[in-house]
């Protein structure tokens, strides 16, 4: 008989290779706590002072050690300084998920928020999803036990602890409901809330296939 693995915990380090982590079965969250080049924190800054709108979802096709086609990936401001750089960061964390967990097809989203998209505590109903906050303030989250999951969803069940928090360059890997072994044991996370006036650029890659 399978024996369920101890209480989920989480791991961080400086590392790439911290992400690797999350294929442990008592690993529900891998943190690598990195620092952006000059040329990635202009491009965020100077996307973020515009009022352009982003929001882009898009299908990637792996194709064995072929860098992914981004062509036309957030091309209202290609000429913003930084611009290349930043997507050759994009690419790199799409075949660095895609080689972790063997993917072929990894769903892109692209996003500036300006208001929570997800303002209350929840788990993802997926295998394991990257989330990265490109500029603002990044998603919060609790280890296990510092919530009913009973209580997911409900304001009134929320800790009034403060919660974990990833910084702006963080990539974080979230395991979901939907990974094997895992039913139960999902994450537990939300948005930040958001300021007045205060914007955010948020990626997220998800395992198709």
């Known amino acids: 008989m399978y024996a369920m693995p101890a209480t989920p915990h989480y791991i961080q ?32 800054d100077a996307l973020l002072c515009r009022d352009d709108p982003l929001s882009e979802s898009r ?13 036309g990936l ?8 930084g611009y290349a750089e ?17 993917a072929e097809r990894i769903g892109l989203r692209l996003r500036i928020l300006d208001k929570a998209m997800c ?13 990265t906050t490109y500029a603002g303030r990044g998603s919060e989250w609790l280890e296990e036990g510092a919530m009913p999951r009973a209580g997911l969803g409900q ?33 537990i996370h939300r948005s930040p809330q958001a300021r007045a006036g205060e914007r955010r650029l948020i990626m997220t890659l998800d395992w198709l296939k």
């Open 13 to 44: 380090s400086p590392e790439p290779a911290v992400l690797a982590e999350i294929l442990r079965d008592d690993i529900n969250l891998a943190i690598w706590t990195r620092q952006f080049s000059p040329a990635i924190a202009s491009f965020t």
């Open 155 to 187: 304001a009134g069940s929320e800790p009034v602890d403060a919660p974990h928090k990833l910084l702006a360059a963080d990539v974080a890997l979230f395991k979901g409901e939907r990974w094997m072994s895992n039913e139960g044991r999902g994450i």
């Open 86 to 102: 930043f997507v050759e960061d994009v690419a790199w964390l799409i075949q660095a998920y895609g080689c972790l967990l063997g």
């Open 59 to 71: 299908v990637i096709e792996l194709q064995g050690e072929e860098p992914p086609d981004l062509v």
């Open 119 to 131: 303002p209350r505590y929840h788990v993802d109903r997926v295998s394991v999803r990257l989330i």
């Open 74 to 81: 957030a091309a209202a401001f290609a000429q913003c300084e």
